[in-house]
T-cell receptor, first 115, second 115 residues
């Protein structure tokens, strides 16, 4: 059953606009992530939060900013989108960090199309 | 740095035949390996995982054995079904969380099963 919820499912916007994606997990996990899956289906981590603290911040453009209000929520804001931002953004959670604690549970994803 | 290599981009098989999807990794830490499966327009889901050397782990007819001597974690199934058609990702984590809290994914192998 679904336990990581993402909204919206799809979003179409124009270059230069700001977009926000929401993610909530009901698994009681401590750690949440944002992954980007591009047109070639490659999975690349963008950010990771553990108990509201940023612990992984990969090299992503500064127009991307994560926001965590509590350990069950992790949002992603893109300020001034670019065409290369078109992708599926996957939110995930894991029980914790290290080894089996890193087992990821993914949401259904938000598909972003930038025109 | 840590890396995961999946050598086949596409594997096409006839229903009922066996399959092996290759996965090798590089890490200086104690490895924890995962296989995720992503069906079309769905989120990736955990298929199986292991950190125990030379011990076979199984789930839903798929199995894999972590071999630290060869840095491999190949995914196998004795008889593929049409429903096995999907994208399969091998992923690497650090068993003790020493290297940072993130899974490193391979590029994925698309398995296409024909009638």
């Amino acid at each position: 059953e679904t336990a990581v919820f993402q909204t919206p499912n799809y979003h179409v916007t124009q270059v230069g606009n700001e977009v926000s994606f929401n993610c909530k997990q009901t698994l009681g996990h401590d750690t949440m992530y944002w992954y980007k899956q591009d047109s070639k289906k490659l999975l690349k981590i963008m950010f990771s939060y553990n108990n509201k603290q940023l612990i992984v911040n990969e090299t992503v453009p500064r127009r991307f900013s994560p926001q965590s209000s509590d350990k069950a929520h992790l949002n992603l804001r893109i300020k001034s989108v670019e065409p290369e931002d078109s992708a599926v953004y996957l939110c995930a959670s894991s029980p914790g960090t290290g080894g089996s604690q890193n087992t990821l549970y993914f949401g259904a994803g938000t598909r972003l199309s930038v025109l | 740095g840590d890396s995961v290599t999946q050598t086949e981009g596409l594997v096409t098989l006839t229903k009922g035949l066996p399959v092996m999807l290759n996965c090798t990794y590089q890490t200086t830490y104690s490895p924890f390996l995962f296989w995720y499966v992503q069906h079309l327009n769905e989120a990736p889901k955990l298929l199986l995982k292991s950190s125990t050397d030379n011990k076979r782990t199984e789930h839903q007819g798929f199995y894999a054995t972590l071999h630290k001597s060869s840095s491999s974690f190949h995914l196998q199934k004795s008889s593929v079904q049409l429903s096995d058609s999907a994208l399969y990702f091998c992923a690497l984590s650090d068993r003790w969380g020493s290297s940072g809290n993130k899974l490193i994914f391979g590029i994925g192998t698309l398995l296409s099963v024909k009638p």
